[in-house]
């Protein structure tokens, strides 16, 4: 268990519709990341979040957003949704004392839209 | 740009053999730091090791070893004396801060299965 919680487990939804997935990070940790990991695309690094603010912005589609709250947990919206946003999201957090860091994983969300 | 690759997209081994899953990634940044991760069934991904670039000292932890060459932008994870419960998905990883902070760029993985 790395200590970083993910919910829900698992989400079916619909094209169009729109989705929240919600991450808090291990005790401690300042920063957290969002990962996606698709059959065709692999594990794919979408957004970082520090202390709240936006750190570090890869491969993130418009209609996707984070935020991270006071209390360190981050949340990815996903809007519009396709049948190709049917992935597994990884949330990771990490102290956010150096650079670069170990980022531990949580067990992910997975995204079905039908 | 940074790019990592695992030429092995899968490996069958039967218990006891060792096996190494082999890891070359591609950076300009002179510091970086290299990740190994393990995706078993249940899908969550697990921390194995992380080594920066100015350490090419090789690990060992228990049945596990990596071997760093700078030499030849390689990372390569051994498992020795395999057993059913190392069958997973091992992810090679790289992260170089920078404009890169906080980024870790995956390669596609490596999928092991070990017979009993």
């Known amino acids: 268990d790395s200590g970083v919680t993910q919910t829900p487990k698992h989400l079916i939804t619909a094209t169009g519709q729109r989705v929240t997935l919600r991450c808090s990070p291990r005790?401690?940790?300042?920063?957290v990341y969002w990962y996606q990991q698709s059959l065709d695309q692999g594990l794919q690094f979408l957004i970082q979040?520090?202390?709240?603010?936006?750190?570090a912005k890869g491969n993130i589609l418009e209609r996707f957003s984070a935020q991270q709250f006071p209390d360190l947990h981050s949340e990815l919206n996903l809007s519009s949704l396709e049948l190709g946003d049917s992935a597994l999201y990884f949330c990771?957090?990490?102290?956010?004392?150096?650079?670069?860091?170990?980022?531990?994983f949580g067990p992910g969300t997975r995204l079905l839209v039908l | 740009a940074q790019k990592v690759t695992q030429a092995q997209t899968e490996i069958s081994v039967v218990e006891k053999e060792d096996v190494t899953l082999d890891c070359v990634y591609e950076?300009?940044?002179?510091?970086?730091?290299l990740f190994w991760y393990k995706q078993p069934p249940s899908g969550e991904l697990v921390f194995l090791i992380r080594?920066?670039?100015?350490?090419?000292q090789n690990e060992i932890s228990g049945r596990y070893s990596w071997n760093f060459q700078k030499s030849t932008s390689s990372f390569n994870f051994t498992i020795t004396a395999s057993q059913v419960v190392d069958s997973a998905v091992y992810f090679c990883?790289?992260?170089?801060?920078?404009?890169?902070?906080?980024?870790?760029?995956f390669g596609q993985g490596t999928i092991l299965t070990v017979h009993p």
């Open positions: 005790s401690g940790d300042l920063s």
């Open positions: 990883a790289l992260n170089a801060g920078g404009t890169s902070y906080g980024k870790l760029t």
């Open positions: 080594r920066n670039s100015f350490d090419e």
């Open positions: 950076t300009r940044d002179t510091t970086y730091y």
């Open positions: 979040y520090y202390n709240g603010e936006e750190r």
């Open positions: 990771a957090s990490s102290s956010g004392q150096g650079s670069p860091e170990t980022q531990y």
